[in-house]
C-alpha cells in the first residue's frame, strides 16, 4: 500500500526516503492498539527545545508529559529580546532592553539551515520564515592585526584573493607543473576555469577585475562605470589573511540559503508551548533531585519558594549538562564521570539599535555579516525590516576569550567597547544614530550557564556512552548529545532519538 501511495505521491518513496535518512515517524495513540499497553507518565527536565520537542512528540501519542523549565520562560538558550524585556546575569548585571516596537535580537540561535529538521518543525507548526543573509558580498572584512587600516568589501577581498589563485595556478599550469598530474585536456579544461573564476584573461594575468565593484556603478548611457581602483599586490591581499573567510559560506551549516522565523526566533518555542499546552508546564521550577526508584522516577524540585515532588514512569533530562552534573542524582558514577567531561562554552551578543537604517541607505548592505579580527568578532546586518526606520544591528557575535572579555564589562561598558570598534569598519554614524543597546551572555545566564559545548571525541566517544541510552527509567536529551551541537537541530533530533527509545521500550 505504501508503494502505492509513493506513486501517488502521498508517501514518500524509497529513493526520497534514502535521499534523507533517518525518518523519524512520531508516536501515534494508535500504536497501543492491541498492545495491552498504555502512554506513560513522563516528566520532563528542561523545557529548551529538547525538552519542548520531546514533551510534543510524546503528546501526540497521549503521553502525560509534565516539562519542569527553572527560569520563567520557555525555550532554553532560544532567546528573542524585545522592548520591556529584562535579564539579570550571575555577574550581577540586570538589563531592560529599550528596543522600539517590532525591533528585536536574537540572542541565541538566528539561522537555519535548509536541510535541518528545524524547518521540518517550523512547516509543522505553522511558524512562517523568512530568509536570513548569511552570506553578503556588499558585507566588510577588517583585519586589523594584520595591518589593514581600512575595511575592504568580501566581493573587492575575493576578487582579489581569486584573481590572484588562478594566476598563479593558471602559470604553474603553462610551466608544466601538473604535466605528471593531470592530462593536456583536462590543463585546458582548468586554464577555462581559473580564466573565468579569477577574471585574469588570455595573459593568464590578474590585473583588476569588475568583480571588486566599483566607485561610481554602471548605468546610462555614457556611463559605463569606474572599476574600484588600487589593485593590492599579491604580497598584500596574502598577508590581510582576508582569504580565512571564504570557507565558512562552503560549509555544510552555514551555506545559503538560510532561514529565520518571522518576528524572531522565539515564535518556535512558543509554537511548542502551545500545542504542548501551558498546564504541562511549570516555571520557576528548579529541579533539586532526580532518583530513579524501582518503577519510575521521583524528581524534586523548587518553586515560589517550596520543595515540591514528582513522581512519574520516566524522565527525560533536558537540562544542560554541567548544571545536571551538580544536581543530586543515583543515576551512577559513569553517568556523573560523562556529565562532568562536557565543557560550557562562551558566547554573547549585543544588539545595537539605531535610528535609521545608514547601513542600508549609505553603504548598500542589506542583511550579511562583517567580519574582522578586533574582539568584536562578527557584525550582523538585519535579516527583517529592510527599509524601515530603525533597525538592530547585531554589534558583536563573539566566542570563548572574546566573549569573556565582554562578559567582564558593564552592559555599558560592552556598548562602549563594540561601537568604538565599529566605528573603525563603518565610520561616525556607527556611534551617532545609536539609539540603544541591549547585551546577552550565556556563560553568565543563570540556569543555562552556557552558550554551547565541547565534547571531546564527539557525542559517541565512549565517555559519553552512559548518556546515550537509559539510566534505569532517565533518558538524556540535548543538542550536545547530536552531531549538531549549538543547533536547534542537534536538539530535535536528540530528542526524537530519545521519543523513539522510549515508546518502544513502553509498547514492549
Ligand atoms: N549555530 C551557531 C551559529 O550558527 C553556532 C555555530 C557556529 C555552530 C559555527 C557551528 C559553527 O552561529
Redesign the pocket.
Known amino acids: 500500500m505504501l508503494a502505492t501511495m509513493g506513486a501517488m505521491g502521498l508517501a514518500p518513496t524509497a529513493a526520497q526516503a534514502a535521499e534523507r535518512e533517518p525518518v523519524f515517524r512520531a508516536p501515534r495513540t494508535g500504536d497501543f492498539t492491541l498492545k495491552g499497553r498504555a502512554a506513560a507518565k513522563v516528566v520532563i527536565v528542561g523545557g529548551g527545545i529538547a525538552g519542548l520537542a520531546s514533551a510534543y512528540e510524546l503528546g501526540k501519542a497521549g503521553y502525560d508529559c509534565t516539562v519542569l523549565e527553572a527560569r520563567d520562560r520557555t525555550g532554553g538558550r532560544n532567546f528573542t529580546v524585545r522592548g520591556a524585556d529584562s535579564t539579570s546575569d550571575t555577574c550581577g548585571n540586570r538589563q531592560t532592553a529599550r528596543f522600539s516596537d517590532g525591533q528585536y535580537m536574537n540572542a541565541g540561535?538566528?539561522?537555519i539551515p535548509q536541510w535541518m529538521i528545524t524547518l521540518d518543525y517550523c512547516r509543522e507548526l505553522g511558524v512562517p520564515i523568512e530568509v536570513f543573509t548569511n552570506s553578503n558580498a556588499s558585507a566588510y572584512l577588517y583585519n586589523e592585526k594584520s595591518g589593514m587600516t581600512a575595511p575592504v568589501r568580501y566581493r573587492t577581498a575575493k576578487a582579489d584573493m581569486y584573481g590572484y589563485v588562478s594566476e598563479l595556478l593558471a602559470k604553474a599550469t603553462d610551466k608544466g607543473a601538473l604535466d605528471g598530474a593531470i592530462t593536456a585536456d583536462d590543463q585546458e579544461q582548468l586554464l577555462e576555469f581559473l580564466k573565468s573564476f579569477g577574471d585574469i584573461g588570455d595573459t593568464l594575468t590578474y590585473t583588476g577585475s569588475e568583480h571588486r565593484g566599483f566607485t561610481v556603478d554602471p548605468g546610462a548611457a555614457g556611463t559605463p562605470g569606474v572599476e574600484l581602483g588600487a589593485v593590492p599586490t599579491v604580497s598584500q591581499v596574502l598577508s590581510t589573511g582576508v582569504g580565512r573567510y571564504f570557507s565558512f559560506e562552503f560549509?555544510y551549516?552555514?551555506a545559503m540559503l538560510m532561514f529565520q522565523p518571522i518576528g524572531g526566533m522565539d515564535r518556535i518555542p512558543a509554537a511548542l508551548t502551545k500545542a504542548i499546552g501551558s498546564h504541562r508546564i511549570r516555571t520557576g521550577a528548579v529541579v533539586s533531585g532526580i532518583t530513579d526508584t524501582a518503577h519510575g522516577v521521583a524528581v524534586t524540585y523548587q518553586q515560589g519558594g517550596r520543595t515540591r515532588a514528582i513522581e512519574a514512569d520516566y524522565c527525560i533530562a533536558a537540562l544542560p549538562p554541567h548544571i545536571l552534573a551538580k544536581t543530586p542524582h543515583n543515576l551512577g558514577s559513569a553517568v556523573q564521570t560523562a556529565l562532568e567531561a562536557v565543557t560550557p562554552v562562551s558566547?554573547g551578543k549585543i544588539g545595537l539599535e539605531y535610528r535609521s537604517r545608514w547601513w542600508e541607505e549609505q553603504q548598500q548592505i542589506y542583511g550579511g555579516i562583517t567580519e574582522t579580527d578586533m574582539d568584536l568578532s562578527h557584525i550582523w546586518y538585519p535579516s527583517y525590516g529592510f527599509h524601515g526606520q530603525r533597525g538592530v544591528i547585531i554589534g558583536y557575535?563573539n566566542t570563548g576569550t572574546n566573549a569573556d572579555t565582554y562578559a567582564a564589562l558593564s552592559p555599558a561598558d560592552r556598548e562602549k567597547r563594540s561601537v568604538a570598534q565599529g566605528v573603525k569598519i563603518h565610520g561616525d554614524v556607527y556611534r551617532t544614530e545609536l539609539a540603544t543597546s541591549f547585551s546577552h551572555h550565556w556563560r553568565q545566564t543563570p540556569h543555562l550557564l552556557g552558550a554551547?559545548h565541547s565534547l571531546k571525541g564527539g557525542p559517541d566517544a565512549a565517555t559519553y556512552a552512559p548518556l546515550n541510552r537509559a539510566a534505569g527509567h532517565v533518558y538524556f536529551a540535548g543538542d550536545y548529545l547530536s552531531y549538531a551541537?549549538?543547533?536547534q537541530h542537534g536538539a530535535f533530533s536528540s530528542a526524537r532519538k530519545v521519543v523513539t527509545t522510549l515508546h518502544e521500550r513502553v509498547l514492549a
Open positions: 540561535p538566528a539561522r560549509g551549516d552555514q558566547s557575535y554551547w551541537d549549538a543547533w
